[in-house]
């Protein structure tokens, strides 16, 4: 109920607090965020101690913070500019799209590398290409 004018505000009636929790959908869609978000925490904790464990380097395990973070920090407040200025949700899905492009493009080139380190250690050993047979 809107506020009018002669309503005094203590009659106004209120709404619970988290009256959205009543709702299936969205105790499931918070519930299943807050998990997502524990396991990622989780897993940047995890490769920042394999990081520093592994090469016993504080220098090596802060590189893997600051390279991690970094592009957060960088293209945040662009990111944020453009989704005041265009729909937010197109935003997300170009981002999306981007990290998509991103994983194909570094599959690609692993592949490419992996045949070639492949060919030139067959070459060094001497075997023959099949399709030269």
């Known amino acids: 109920m809107a506020e009018s004018p002669g309503t005094p505000a203590s009659v106004v009636a209120r709404k619970p607090s988290f009256e959205a929790f009543r709702t ?3 105790r499931a869609f918070c519930l299943g965020s807050a998990a997502a978000m524990l396991a990622d925490n989780v897993e940047h904790v995890i490769s920042y101690w ?8 504080p220098a090596l395990g802060g590189f893997a913070v600051i390279s991690h973070w970094l592009p957060f920090l960088l293209f945040s407040i662009h990111a944020g500019r453009l989704a005041d200025r265009f729909d937010p949700r ?25 045949l070639t380190v492949t060919s030139l250690i067959a070459a060094s050993v001497g075997a023959r290409h099949p399709a030269a047979a």
């Open 24 to 26: 299936l959908g969205f």
């Open 50 to 57: 394999v990081a520093f464990r592994k090469f016993s380097s």
């Open 90 to 114: 197109r935003i997300i899905q170009l981002g999306m799209l981007g990290a998509v492009l991103g994983i194909h493009w570094s599959l690609a080139l692993s592949a490419v590398a992996l």
